[in-house]
């Protein structure tokens, strides 16, 4: 049996003033995203990967790396170079979440990661210096003598040789 119109917009609108905007929005704030993000992700259930953002600049005598790594412990990082591969790689651990805790976000990553990235000809690689320092990650890879730029004076331009 069909529904009579006038009917069935008397129920529309009787559900949209039932619809409680405020109701949604705690319903939403008790959902976590990040774990809806994680199920997505091939082994995301066991640790979300902790994904740092790096800064790489070239000065007259070195190549510096920053990583912002906050709650990395010095321990838990490992740095290596391998011909002109430098290889970055660490963990950071899950807080203990306790029983009858009531989150309202959980964002910060936690988890494992690992950065690689080619350095060019010409450093030195037995002198790569690196400092774990206010959760700052620093690390200065020396460039050899011989690959550091040397300034050429350019001569006057003069006339040689006029009688």
């Known amino acids: 049996m069909a529904m009579h119109p006038i009917r069935r917009a008397?129920?529309?609108?009787r559900s949209e003033q039932s619809w409680d905007p405020f109701a949604q929005m705690h319903e939403l704030l008790q959902t976590d995203p990040m774990a809806l993000l994680r199920k997505m992700v091939p082994g995301g259930e066991e640790g979300w990967s902790l994904a740092p953002d790096f800064d790489v600049k070239e000065t007259q005598d070195a190549y510096v790396f920053k990583a912002d790594l906050p709650?990395?412990?010095?321990e838990d990082l490992d740095v290596s170079v391998t011909g002109q591969r430098l290889i970055i790689s660490g963990k950071r651990d899950e807080e203990k979440r306790e029983e009858g805790e009531r989150y309202f976000t959980y964002e910060r990553s936690h988890g494992g990661f690992s950065?690689?990235?080619t350095v060019p000809e010409g450093v030195d690689v037995d002198r790569v210096s690196a400092e774990l320092k206010d959760g700052v990650l620093v690390l200065r890879i020396p460039k050899r003598a011989e690959a550091q730029s040397k300034r050429i004076p350019?001569?006057?331009?003069g006339a040689k040789g006029k009688a």
């Open 115 to 117: 950065r690689t990235f």
């Open 154 to 157: 350019i001569g006057g331009g």
């Open 10 to 13: 008397r129920e529309l609108a």
């Open 71 to 74: 709650g990395v412990k010095q």
